[in-house]
Nanobody, 121 residues
């Protein structure tokens, strides 16, 4: 089994920063992509960012490009998302997600429970 556990969500003012983390445990995979989706109330789940296990490839949705940075600590099986210059529209539940492969569509097989990020004055 694979367990993904998110942490770091909370309430922050516009322009502020948060750092989300996702700890991976239960199985060891030689290759995978891991990243974040988010879902705001009444909206579809949206891709945010991904990174390959070795950190060689990173990808972001346009709305967070330049503000968010995804990284991975392979030795500790921990992936993080540094979110800067946060905007109210970033408010959502953020989900860590993992797919075992380095190609094809990023349709994750494993999901975390989610962590709430609220950006508000």
């Amino acid at each position: 089994q694979v367990q993904l556990v998110e942490s770091g969500g909370g309430l922050v003012q516009p322009g502020g920063s948060l750092r989300l983390s996702c700890a991976v445990s239960g199985r060891a995979f030689s290759n995978y992509r891991i990243g974040w989706f988010r879902q705001a109330p009444g909206k579809e789940r949206e891709f945010v960012a991904l990174i390959t296990r070795n950190g060689g490839i990173r990808d972001y949705t346009d709305s967070v490009q330049g503000r968010f940075t995804i990284s991975i600590d392979t030795a500790r099986n921990t992936m993080s998302l540094q979110m800067n210059s946060l905007k109210p529209e970033d408010t959502a539940v953020y989900y860590c997600a993992l797919k075992r492969s380095l190609s094809d569509s990023f349709n994750p097989e494993y999901w975390g429970q989610g962590t709430q990020v609220t950006v508000s004055s």
